[in-house]
């Protein structure tokens, strides 16, 4: 039987979702959306792991090591996919101890294919940016948040975008670290000429590289509500609560 998380994620109708959930030596990233958007290893292969341990219970999650020696790898999506404007929402967890490049790595990108697009990014510093486009321009650029604390410490973290034609809210770990106000009408996340990078925006010249490990990365054709986001965040951790209450429990009955 699904994990609550992957009911949930399902019952909201993502556009496209990579859990990771591939198994080690995998070329390919299933799209558990059912839309068949899968993504496949592009770059060199042996820089890509999955079948790591998740953030999901019985899951899996994917390893990038980033480049090395101008070696790169990263996670492509298909051309062809529906174009999708505001509203939408773009989630990703994350588990890292790496210092991010100044010029951001990237986590979620579509901008392959044309640029003025989406793209999600962590820089320096716990630095959260993005930016966002209608398909032939930019809108907002440089649009940056800095996390209320390190996200780069070994523990995973789930970040969410929510975006609407009115302005742009930052979730992460469930809780909203509040909405910037930007024009996005006709914002785009993605589509047909445009394709998703995950670890690397491939036509950026200073070639931004994410470290790290990766799950559950979902997009949604929608505006995700802050229950919905914080629902998530407390699924995905409903095994280490219910192992803490339990200890808990234990350790009371001891002291009786």
Known sequence: ?????DQNVAALGPLL??????GSGSSTAADSSGNAYTG???G????????????IEGGTCLQISGATSGISAYLQGPTGMPTTDVPFTAIVWLNTTATMPVDGAELVCTRYGGEYTYDLALETGSVIHRDYGNGSSWLATGVNVTAPYSIYDGNWHMLADVVTSTGTTIYLDGVSLGTQAETLTAARLIDSSHQL????YSSDPYY???NGYMAELALFPAALTAAQI???WTQAHLPILHARRALQAVNRSAVW
């Open 40 to 42: 496949t290893v592009t």
């Open 208 to 210: 931004t590289y994410y």
């Open 230 to 232: 914080a629902q998530l």
């Open 1 to 5: 039987m699904p994990a609550p998380y």
């Open 17 to 22: 979702w990579w859990k990771y959930a591939d």
């Open 44 to 55: 060199t292969s042996t820089l890509l792991t999955f079948g790591n341990s998740g953030v």
């Open 197 to 200: 990078q995950s670890g690397l």
